[in-house]
């Protein structure tokens, strides 16, 4: 299972070399901010994609563009279209670049965001929501996303405490004690769904996961612990990239593998917590993304990290992009998109490799 | 997931092919009372009984409204969990939810019928069958087909003339209403959008009941080049302007959310049903179920999209 990414890339993937890799991160940035411009562009009601930039660039400072559009289009591209692109983009990112954390750190491939309790934790803070006898309206903001992202953190913060043996948390303990909490939790969450009764309908398509509503104010909330937590990883890639040698030689290496690994766990912890409040459990970008940038790009954290971040808020934004608009004006359940264009795609890229991979 | 979402009641009418057509095929009902019973049901199936049923568990709320209607409370021996309505029915005996009835406890109630629907085909149906007892399966999809479903359920259970006449008050009341909005021509109807709920937003498209009492009220489904219950997204809301808005609500708290969304979303507000108030919320159980009160539910609509002419 423990390779050594350092030894190991010059052969292993398409794209190695420090100017191509950086090239690669320039041309990705490029190319998110195109896709960004198409997705707000494309919708279910079509608006010219003249009228589209129009109404983006008349937005910026000092530009000043008179309106020729109807208030429609605005509310369509502004208030409707760019906080659910931009809330793709963000939540793509945060999953790529927890789902590369945690397989770094767990130095295991089938680690995905959700290994150790995230997902189902998240879920019974929201059901929990769906159940109170409390309407969001009144408050004036959901409680749902709020208890997620406590279930979250909580469910993280039990399987952390219960894997720690003496002074350590070996990694194989903290899986096992994330797969059993996990089960334990998806087993309530099974039971308070089914005796729900009327509200079943609500809780079972907030586990699906959905973009559909998407504003500003959640794009607000999300981002600052998307940023936070994806710079702090970011930072620490270097370290990842020795936490692949036996943890014993990283410690010998002076790296504090301990306080490293709370570290790590928390800050992507914190941005799938984040992420997931908001629109469910998306499942397969996680996984997929860090693979398919290793395999291009190679397993030098120091780029794998940045690349998921672009690779993963691309590939979630195209996923929701076809997801509103293949059937529309119905749309689809995001993970139902994501699973059968990204599959395909990470098994075309197995298969060209034909070697053992991770 | 599927099975589960499966389970949600106002989702229900998907999956059967209707074959309510052939329940209006009846064999000769010449003898007297009580002789051998034998009808096709909403299915397609033969049912035949021996004697007119005395013990009636029923699978679904909407099965349970029309026996009720029927005046067959008395022989109702066991309801769902869902079933609410009327009142009294809410004091029988349960013999679980919707999708997932207790055949235990239906056997343990010695029943002799059981009025099941087309979620049941696949594995309750069966079940039951293997066990000995007598189902009758009611599938109605549209406002016809729930006619028929209580004529059918009248004749099982011996009670034709009882049938007949609700029938037939029900046809009166519906034609109240289609004899003002049959001819109305296509600018007179308002743009209408149903909203099933709101995270995601979804909406009846054609081949729900709500479409159909959308088009009896004299409105247009914004949502009819759809089919079934289906995910719609806001901006295509936004662009179909609809003049209308009737978002389903349930009892309960927290069940008036799709009609707060509705209400509220700062993204609709430009919208004429907006802009004029006209933000309706329906009881989902009018609506949604296929029983005796989808009049009412149709005379609601009615006042909803043409106030000027019903009220």
């Known amino acids: 299972m423990s390779f050594n990414p350092v030894a190991n890339e010059p052969i292993g993937a398409y794209f190695s070399g420090r100017r191509t890799r950086l090239f690669s991160i320039l041309g990705l940035s490029v190319a998110l901010v195109a896709i960004v411009l198409l997705a707000t562009s494309v919708g279910s009601v079509h608006i010219p994609i003249l009228t589209t930039f129009s109404v983006l660039v008349a937005k910026l400072p000092l530009v000043d563009i008179a309106q020729t559009w109807q208030g429609t289009v605005e509310t369509i591209v502004l208030e409707i279209r760019l906080p659910r692109v931009i809330l793709a983009g963000l939540v793509g990112a945060a999953l790529a670049t927890a789902g590369a954390t945690y397989q770094g750190l767990f130095r295991n491939p089938l680690a995905d965001p959700y290994l150790i309790g995230v997902a189902q934790g998240a879920s019974l803070g929201a059901v929990i929501g769906f159940l109170l006898p409390i309407t969001w309206h009144n408050l004036g903001f959901s409680i749902i996303p709020l208890l997620a992202f406590i279930g979250a953190l909580v469910a993280t913060a039990v399987v952390y405490g219960l894997a720690r043996v003496g002074k350590t948390v070996p990694v194989t303990t903290l899986i096992l004690a994330g797969v059993a909490l996990g089960a334990l939790l998806g087993s309530i969450v099974s039971y308070l769904i089914i005796s729900s009764g009327e509200k079943m309908h609500g809780i079972v398509f907030w586990l699906m996961g959905s973009f559909s509503l998407s504003q500003w104010s959640e794009v607000g909330i999300v981002l600052p612990y998307v940023a936070t937590g994806t710079v702090v990883i970011i930072i620490l890639a270097r370290m990842l990239n020795v936490m692949q040698l036996d943890e014993e030689q990283a410690q010998q290496l002076g790296v504090n593998v301990e306080r490293l690994k709370l570290i790590l766990l928390a800050a992507a912890t914190l941005i799938t917590a984040a992420s997931v409040s908001f629109v469910g459990t998306i499942g397969f970008v996680g996984i997929i993304t860090p693979h398919a940038v290793r395999l291009i790009w190679g397993a030098d954290h120091r780029f794998l990290l940045p690349l998921s971040v672009l690779a993963g808020a691309i590939f979630m934004i195209l996923a929701d992009l076809v997801a509103r608009t293949v059937l529309a004006p119905t749309e689809i359940p995001i993970g139902v998109i994501t699973a059968i264009c990204g599959a395909p795609f990470f098994l075309y890229l197995l298969r060209r490799r034909k070697k053992a991979i991770f | ?311």
Request: aromatic share 6%; with cysteine.
């Open chain 2, 1 to 311: 997931m599927k099975s589960k979402l499966h389970r949600i009641y106002t989702v229900f009418l998907v999956s059967t092919i209707a074959l309510f057509l052939s329940a209006s095929c009846v064999s000769p009902p010449e003898s007297a009372l009580p002789s051998p019973i034998e009808v096709i049901d909403q299915l397609g199936r033969t049912v035949a009984l021996d004697k007119t049923p005395q013990r009636i568990v029923s699978l679904a709320p909407s099965n349970t409204e029309i026996l009720f209607a029927l005046g067959l409370s008395d022989r109702v021996v066991a309801v769902t969990d869902y079933c609410n309505y009327p009142p009294e029915a809410e004091a029988k005996q349960t013999i679980g939810g919707f999708s997932t009835p207790s055949i235990e406890e239906i056997v343990s109630l010695s029943t002799d019928l059981v009025l099941a629907t087309s979620r049941h085909e696949a594995k309750i149906i069966p079940q039951l069958e293997d066990r000995g007892l007598n189902v009758l399966a009611l599938n109605p999809e549209t406002i016809d087909g729930v006619l028929e479903a209580i004529i059918l359920t009248g004749m099982v259970a011996g009670v034709e003339e009882r049938a007949a006449e609700l029938v037939a008050g029900m046809r009166q009341r519906i034609e109240s209403v289609t004899d003002k909005t049959d001819g109305l021509p296509l600018e007179q109807r308002p743009a209408t959008c149903y909203v099933v709920w709101h995270d995601p937003l979804m909406t009846a498209g054609s081949g729900t009941l709500q479409d159909e009492l959308i088009e009896k009220a004299g409105g247009l489904n914004i949502a009819r080049e759809l089919t079934d219950y289906a995910d719609i997204s806001l901006e295509a809301v936004i662009a179909a302007n609809p003049e209308v808005i009737i978002a389903g609500a349930g009892h309960g708290s927290g069940a008036d959310q799709t009609f707060q969304f509705a209400k509220t979303e700062p993204r609709l507000r430009d919208t004429e049903a907006r802009r004029h108030d006209r933000i309706y919320a329906v009881d989902v159980d009018l609506t949604s179920r296929p029983g005796p009160r989808i009049v009412e539910g149709l005379e609601e609509f009615a006042q909803f999209i043409h106030p000027e002419l019903f009220n």
